[in-house]
C-alpha cells in the first residue's frame, strides 16, 4: 500500500510532538545544570550581563534631528560649514571661537582669578 499525503502529515506531528517533549526535557535540563554552576561560582546576574548595564552611554553617531537638512547634507559631504568668529583672545593672541571645550591657556588664566568676559572680543 502507498503511503498517503494525510499519512505523511499523521507522521509529521507525532514527530513534532516528540521534538517539542525532548526539547522541554533537555531545556529543563540544561536550566538545572545552570542554575547548580550560579550557585557554585555564587555568580550575580550582571555577572552574567543580566543586569542594568552602568558606565558610559555610547556616543550619538546620527545626526540631531534639530540641525536643519542643508545643514546636515554639507555635514554628510565633508564640507566646511563656514568659519566660526573667534569670540575670545588673549594678550598673547590665543583665541578661542566658544566651541567645544576651553583651551587650557583660557582655563589657567580663569583659575588665575582672571573673568571669562575679560577676554570677550
Do not use: H
Request: positive net charge.
Amino acid at each position: 500500500m502507498a503511503i498517503t499525503y494525510m499519512d505523511v502529515q499523521k507522521q509529521i506531528q507525532a514527530l513534532q510532538a516528540k521534538a517539542a517533549e525532548l526539547r522541554k526535557k533537555e531545556v529543563g535540563d540544561v536550566i538545572a545544570r545552570i542554575k547548580q554552576a550560579i550557585a557554585e561560582y555564587q555568580l550575580t546576574a550582571s555577572d552574567l550581563g543580566l543586569g542594568a548595564k552602568r558606565g558610559p552611554k555610547p556616543k550619538a553617531t546620527a545626526v540631531p534631528p534639530k540641525q536643519s537638512a542643508v545643514r546636515a547634507k554639507t555635514a554628510r559631504r565633508g564640507r566646511s560649514l563656514g568659519k566660526v568668529p573667534v569670540k575670545y583672545r588673549d594678550k598673547n593672541g590665543n583665541t578661542w571661537t566658544g566651541r567645544g571645550n576651553q583651551p587650557v591657556w583660557l582655563r589657567e588664566a580663569i583659575k588665575g582669578g582672571a573673568k571669562l568676559e575679560s577676554f570677550r572680543v
